[in-house]
């Protein structure tokens, strides 16, 4: 289907990103975004990408949430690169406009393929993993830094999670290699989990240092909050039923049958995360805005909570989180002792 029609839902740094790539790459996509400034910067003077020693640029073409309205075809595709605590009202906003055997996909972080799939139906929906480093401080104009091929590219996982999209993958497979390595995941939700578990490791850590990665990684006490971090992760996703899944360009034999699986994950962030590199959250502390900690850190938490068990390391990483948010605290190294003394004390 060389005619597809394509849309970015939430053409924010990531989206923008791979918008470009798809329309560099000639396909017919259209960027939706909420930032007004930013679309109406795109559209005067289209789309700046800039990458370790290369600039890209193109006309694209974007629009705002509220031009959908005016819409008179639907998206064969919609990438979805909304936070994930926006996933539920944006497959609602989208759902009119995505064909009968469209395809809705969250490229996101967190746990979002089945609150998508509870709103476009689990035939149009296919799960997805990203990991793209990206940061959008000037409308118009995107940072991104991650490559797309070689040593630490940009990765994508696709996969189905119900019968009735068995065989799809591809599809949406086939669009996203414009924008970075892709892999077919036989077990999707376990590998978004498997994310979810990076995540918890790295993301809010290094936000709340206010560190970039590299340096935050290396600050005392940090690596020990990581994995622990990490092992309630683990333990959380074991009770959900996930498996162990290769990601971020790790092969399957990295993964399996090793004592030292989280140590193995943190140690390839180094090869995805350049020096200098903000995490996403780091991002969001800068703009004010909230974070995904709740979908990430949190999704630890109540899964083991429900299960009459508890995440004290999480749990304290999520308070944290909450009082920078609030403006009670500031991003700073010695909020690793925090998180160490709140952990201590169950994680409140």
């Not at 924010?12 to 007004?36: E, F, H, K, Y």
């Not at 800039?50 to 064969?76: I, N, Q, S, W």
């Not at 149009?124 to 959008?136: D, F, K, N, P, Y």
């Not at 630490?152 to 119900?162: K, N, P, R, Y």
Request: charged share 20%; aromatic share 4%.
């Amino acid at each position: 289907m060389s005619n597809r029609k394509i849309a970015i839902l939430g053409s924010g740094a990531n989206g923008s990103s791979i918008g470009l790539d798809l329309t560099l790459a000639g396909l017919d996509v259209v960027l939706i975004d909420q930032w007004p400034a930013h679309v109406e910067a795109m559209r005067a003077n289209g789309l700046t990408v800039r990458l370790e020693g290369k600039e890209m640029h193109a006309a694209v073409r974007p629009y705002h949430l509220c031009d959908l309205a005016t819409f008179t075809h639907k998206f064969d595709i919609v990438l979805m690169l909304f936070k994930a605590y926006d996933s539920r009202w944006a497959a609602r906003l989208i759902e009119p406009y995505l064909a009968a055997d469209g395809l809705l996909v969250g490229a996101q972080n967190g746990m979002s393929a089945e609150t998508i799939a509870d709103i476009v139906g689990p035939s149009r929906t296919l799960g997805c993993v990203i990991e793209v480093a990206s940061q959008l401080w000037e409308p118009g104009i995107v940072i991104r830094t991650t490559p797309h091929s070689g040593v630490g590219s940009s990765w994508f996982a696709v996969g189905s999670f119900h019968p009735s999209t068995a065989g799809r993958e591809e599809e949406v497979a086939s669009v996203l290699r414009h924008s970075g390595d892709v892999e077919i995941s036989a077990d999707i939700l376990s590998s978004k989990w498997m994310k979810v578990v990076f995540n918890t490791m790295e993301l809010t850590t290094a936000a709340m240092t206010g560190r970039p990665h590299g340096e935050a990684e290396g600050l005392p006490g940090m690596r020990e909050i990581a994995l622990a971090a990490g092992t309630e992760a683990l333990a959380a996703g074991q009770a959900r039923g996930h498996s162990i899944q290769p990601i971020v360009g790790l092969s399957r034999k990295e993964v399996e049958n090793t004592n030292r699986l989280l140590e193995v994950m943190l140690d390839r962030l180094p090869l995805i995360a350049r020096p200098g590199t903000w995490t996403t959250m780091h991002c969001d502390h800068a703009k004010g805005r909230l974070t995904e900690t709740d979908d990430i850190n949190g999704a630890v938490v109540a899964t083991l909570a429900a299960r009459g068990g508890a995440a004290p390391v999480n749990a304290a990483i999520c308070e944290v989180m909450r009082r920078i948010h609030a403006g009670e605290l500031k991003p700073d190294p010695a909020n690793i002792g925090l998180v160490r003394e709140l952990a201590a004390r169950g994680g409140a």
